[in-house]
């Protein structure tokens, strides 16, 4: 009985422990002495009391296999008396706060001395602690919240159930770690006898019931009994072939079937239908050294027929048989029908075909790369469903993207060997000999001229004015989408241009030479081919991008204007009228005619001739040896120009640093020369006098501006190392 609590008979809490005996679960033999007759309960329910008691003290292993009102009240009191010490004394001791998510404050009535407890079902980090799973800290500081290091955890380590050892033999030790209760599994391939148990079957389960000496009890096996037989499998696919092509009677579902005429292979997929697969034929010829592919030629009617049935088979190669280019023809909205060799095509039927080459890579879907039959060398982007013309409408047999000529680097975003462009007569402002507005395109005795600057011009000096484009006659590169201001298209009238308009036929399958370019596109051509291209009139708007070699040993004609060099431009001459050019490397040894405008260059561009009048161009570090001639004006010249000869009347430069070994000629003005002029000599300005005689600009390290003032004084302007301005009167 406990003291503190003396109305609580059933315990001796708080002053010691409790012993209480464990309940047992029932045995098969504990049944007839609780409930069969005679045993506890028959006599309890006869009100025999003392015979109840009897069996009791006579069976006391009953005693922990049967919960009556004693144990009920023992129990009854033990929790009453935790309850009622966990109330009296822990209230104003340590109290615990169970959490279940990261807190940033203390708890509500929380004190210093609290613990706080992760109940929740992962680790939490509450004030920098990591708590795992019944993990506690103890409360520091309210303000701040802190909380010491981890306390202890109020779960105890697992448990562990019962183990199963897997014996392929006669077993009569346990194994290292076994208790009561672990089981034996027969894993082996024959009845073994374990545990004391013989017999036992492959599957056999065994409990063990001791240890020393090693004893068990059979609980059964994992293996059920023996099923019975399967049904037959449906018959594996047939192979029939017969010189013509299958009927429906032959074979069964999933059979194939070769015609040993043609080499169509069918599979019967229902009962009545057989279904074209392909064909196995090659093409004709030989492969050395090594088996030749798989060729299944068929037309693309016949293709989107077995890709829309999933029946191409990957890995496989078919021959499109009558492919051919059909587009909508831009700035005209006309389908044409394209010819690998120029005719007068008009249905697609009649067209010259160029079978493609496919590769299939699913059961569905092509390759995007392909090859031509026609044209071996090229590399092919051909889109396989792009079966509708640009109106949306027309249909189409897919689309060639892109085509490449491996032999000559030829790389145009289109199937340049066969479309045709529009290329449409043009007119211009009717010129009546008064003012002239740069960039504006005239009419002038039926012939077109480009004004490069705003004034009056009359028949003696008009070429001071304007450069000649072409005839209005001429088809040769105007295009609706770039006209120049001024510029007149007739979109009714127009002729019709391939990519290239080349020196030898299409049909030779080697463009060597370009006379025109046609598509205001990026064209990517091989160096070697590029090489001595002649008569390169009328090429405007394109970007050439060269392999292998330079660029170089070219006749461009007039009119050559807005075209990039991504190359370097070596030993090529240009006449009169080259407008904005780009040479995107180095350029050396070329002729440029006069009236030229607008030129990029990248660095190193030497022993070069530049013709008269040339303007408002940009020439990269490394102008060097060059000779240009009179009219040189508004241009830009970068670092280390040096050995070089400009003729009379250059204006309005601006030179970079390092300008040394230079000569000018005659009524030069407006010039502004970078850092590090040496042995340089301007005429005219200075009566022939050097520049080194004058020390100041010899020697000095900042820019200089050469400058012509009125009356003809010529000045030069610079600023000393005090930063101050100093002018010297060059007369």
């Known amino acids: 009985m406990s003291n503190t609590y003396p109305d609580l008979t059933g315990t001796s809490f708080p002053e010691s422990i409790d012993v209480m005996t464990r309940m047992s679960d029932l045995e098969i033999e504990d049944w007839q002495l609780i409930y069969g007759t005679n045993g506890y309960y028959y006599h309890y329910n006869q009100g025999n009391l003392n015979a109840a008691r009897m069996l009791l003290e006579t069976n006391p292993s009953l005693l922990s296999k049967i919960f009556n009102a004693e144990k009920f009240n023992r129990l009854h009191d033990c929790i009453v008396a935790v309850q009622r010490y966990f109330l009296s004394n ?63 955890n109020i779960r105890g380590a697992d448990g562990e159930g019962t183990k199963t050892f897997a014996v392929t033999g006669n077993t009569s030790a346990a194994p290292t770690g076994a208790r009561v209760g672990d089981l034996f599994l027969n894993s082996g391939t024959a009845a073994y006898t374990i545990a004391g148990i013989s017999n036992v079957a ?43 092509s299958p009927i429906s009677t032959q074979g069964n579902i999933n059979d194939w079937y070769l015609n040993t005429v043609n080499w169509d292979v069918y599979k019967k997929t229902t009962s009545t239908a057989w279904s074209l697969q392909g064909n196995i034929k090659g093409l004709e010829g030989s492969v050395p050294g090594g088996i030749a592919d798989i060729y299944f030629s068929r037309t693309y009617s016949q293709l989107r027929t077995l890709v829309n049935s999933n029946a191409l088979v990957a890995g496989s190669k078919y021959v499109l048989t009558d492919y051919v280019t059909k587009y909508r ?29 496919l590769t299939a890579i699913s059961n569905n879907k092509f390759d995007v790369i392909c090859s031509s039959l026609s044209f071996p060398q090229d590399i092919i982007y051909y889109d ?84 000649k484009l ?63 291209q002649s008569d390169l009139k009328g090429l405007a708007n394109n970007v050439f991008m060269f392999t292998g070699s330079s660029f170089g040993g070219n006749n461009a004609g007039f009119n050559f204007y807005n075209n990039t060099f991504c190359g370097t431009q070596n030993n090529s001459t240009f006449e009169n009228h080259l407008y904005g050019l780009n040479i995107g490397g180095s350029g050396d040894s070329n002729h440029m005619g006069s009236w030229s405008q607008g030129i990029v260059t990248g660095g190193s561009f030497s022993h070069n001739s530049i013709g008269s009048h040339s303007y408002n161009s940009t020439f990269g570090a490394g102008f060097q040896g060059n000779d240009a001639s009179i009219y040189f004006q508004n241009c830009h010249v970068s670092d280390n120009c040096q050995f070089n000869t400009f003729g009379s009347s250059c204006s309005s430069l601006k030179i970079g640093s390092g300008f040394q070994y230079n000569a000018f000629l005659s009524r030069n003005s407006n010039l502004t020369i970078g850092n590090n002029m040496r042995y340089c000599t301007i005429l005219a300005w200075v009566t022939n006098k050097d520049f080194s005689n004058y020390s100041s600009i010899y020697n000095s390290t900042k820019s200089i501006t050469i400058q012509t003032r009125a009356g003809g004084t010529c000045v030069a302007t610079y600023y000393d190392s005090s930063n101050v301005q100093q002018v010297i009167v060059l007369v």
């Open 90 to 152: 822990s209230l104003d001791g340590t109290r615990i706060y169970p959490v279940t998510t990261a807190i940033l404050v203390p708890p509500s009535n929380a004190r210093i001395n609290d613990l706080i407890l992760n109940g929740g079902t992962g680790t939490l980090v509450v004030c920098g602690k990591s708590l795992i799973v019944g993990a506690m800290a103890r409360i520091t500081s309210l303000t701040p919240f802190t909380l010491n290091d981890i306390e202890g």
């Open 202 to 244: 492959i599957g056999g389960i065994v409990e063990i019931t001791a240890i020393s000496p090693l004893a068990g009890v059979s609980k059964g096996n994992i293996r059920g009994a023996a099923g019975s037989n399967g049904s037959n499998g449906v018959n594996g696919a047939t192979w029939l072939n017969g010189a013509v």
């Open 329 to 357: 023809q831009p700035y005209t909205n006309v389908i044409k029908i394209a010819d690998i060799v120029q005719g007068d095509t008009t249905t697609l039927e009649s067209a010259k075909y160029e079978p493609l080459v």
């Open 384 to 467: 396989f469903d792009d079966n509708l013309c640009e109106d949306g409408i027309t249909g189409r047999r897919g689309f060639i993207q892109r085509r490449i000529d491996t032999k000559y680097i030829i790389d145009a975003p289109n199937d340049w060997r066969t479309i045709l462009w529009a290329r449409f007569k043009a007119d211009g402002i009717q010129y009546n000999y008064n003012t002239m507005s740069a960039g504006s395109v005239y009419n002038i005795s039926s012939n077109l001229y480009y004004a490069i600057k705003n004034g009056s011009a009359i028949t003696t000096y008009f070429s001071d004015y304007s450069f």
């Open 470 to 532: 072409a005839s209005v006659d001429d088809y040769r590169w105007y295009s609706t989408d770039a006209p120049r201001t001024g510029m007149v298209i007739n979109t009714a009238d127009y002729a019709e241009r391939y990519t290239f308009n080349m020196s030898t036929t299409l049909t030779t399958k080697t463009p060597t030479k370009f006379t025109e370019i046609n598509s205001p596109r990026m064209i990517k051509i091989k160096g070697a081919s590029a090489k001595s």
